[in-house]
C-alpha cells in the first residue's frame, strides 16, 4: 500500500522537524480524513527522530516495499 496525498501532503506541510514518531502519529490522530489503513502504515515507522518529510515518506515506502 501507497502512503495517501493526505498523509504525503500533512508529513511535507504542516509538521516541523526534525520530528519523532511518537510526534507525527500525534498528528495523525488529529485528522479525521486520514484513513485507518494509512495511520497503520504510520504506526509501523521505525522509532528514531526524523529529520525530514522524505525521510518519513521513504520510511514508509521501505516498510510497504
Known amino acids: 500500500m ?3 496525498k493526505d498523509v504525503e501532503q500533512h ?3 504542516h509538521m ?5 514518531k511518537e510526534k507525527i502519529l ?6 479525521v480524513e ?5 495511520k497503520e502504515l ?3 515507522l521505525p522509532e528514531k527522530t526524523y ?6 515518506i521513504k520510511a ?5 516495499a
Open 2 to 4: 501507497r502512503i495517501s
Open 42 to 44: 504510520v504506526e509501523r
Open 34 to 38: 486520514i484513513a485507518s489503513s494509512n
Open 11 to 13: 508529513v511535507r506541510k
Open 60 to 64: 514508509i515506502a521501505t516498510d510497504t
Open 51 to 56: 529529520r525530514n518529510a522524505d525521510e518519513v
Open 16 to 20: 516541523q522537524y526534525p520530528t519523532t
Open 26 to 31: 500525534a498528528q495523525c490522530d488529529n485528522m
